[in-house]
């Protein structure tokens, strides 16, 4: 595999499990030095960092709560603490509060408020604490949903819209920050059977792969592949626009 991330740093939020732990494999296999951050699961952290390790890159995982945005500053100085840089910046860090209307008096609020400071206050807290120290000509890849777009049934309102909201946000700061050279994109993946995918359908009323033209749940290292495109050389005049890796959800 060519190393087209070599010498690159790039930070992955999230990247315990699922998705986060696939994208910093990956980017390991094309030569980058990789931090993961993480909230409470350090254990499944350290592993992933001994996976990247052991394909001959510099790892490390930080704890980092991006439920509270007050936390970003700290989480970047982290990273540029043992770096020394910040090339490639992956938000991938989200949760899923789903199955119930709008309407619905039992909905936890509680939940559902953390769920936008997750998914929007802490995704622009980070990206503004990341965007002011990343190298010239950096990456910014935020990880959408494919429900940011279409909303195809029902018990997913808020959580659609905390994705909505993070096209808007990257639309913006692609504006900022094209002067640097430093592009900004979303990648709205389908449903994988990620540790949150299988939290979705338990709770949604019909599981969306009928939606899809092709007929199956992707794998978070198809989703992978599309982050790294992003995040590497060919991508250099890609900004400001959504790569849907969802299987045609949106056909």
């Not at 315990?16 to 993480?38: K, P, W």
Request: glycine content about 12%; hydrophobic content about 45%; overall charge neutral.
């Amino acid at each position: 595999m060519t190393k087209t991330l070599q010498g690159k740093v790039a930070l992955i939020t999230g990247g315990s499990r699922g998705l986060g732990a696939a994208t910093a494999r990956h980017f390991a296999d094309l030569g980058a030095d990789i931090a993961i951050s993480y909230v409470s699961s350090r254990e499944k952290a350290e592993a992933v960092v001994a996976e990247l390790q052991d394909k001959g890159v510099k790892a490390a995982a930080i704890q980092s709560d991006q439920g509270d945005p007050t936390a970003a500053p700290a989480l970047i100085e982290a990273v540029i603490g043992a770096f020394g840089k910040l090339d490639i910046f992956v938000s991938n860090a989200a949760i899923a509060v789903q199955g119930k209307r709008i309407d619905d008096p039992s909905a936890d609020i509680a939940e559902l408020d953390r769920q936008w400071r997750v998914n929007v206050l802490g995704v622009v807290a980070t990206t503004r604490a990341a965007s002011q120290k990343l190298s010239e000509g950096g990456r910014i890849i935020l990880i959408g949903s494919g429900l940011g777009t279409r909303v195809a049934f029902p018990f997913v309102t808020e959580y659609s819209a905390t994705k909505a909201a993070v096209l808007g946000f990257a639309r913006g700061a692609a504006r900022d920050l094209g002067p640097r050279n430093i592009t900004v994109n979303v990648v709205q993946p389908g449903v994988m059977m990620t540790d949150m995918g299988h939290a979705s359908a338990g709770v949604l009323p019909s599981f969306p792969p009928g939606l899809m033209a092709i007929k199956r749940v992707g794998t978070v290292e198809e989703v992978a592949a599309g982050i790294a495109y992003l995040a590497g050389p060919d991508a250099s005049y890609v900004t400001g626009t959504v790569l849907d890796i969802s299987g045609g959800y949106q056909v």
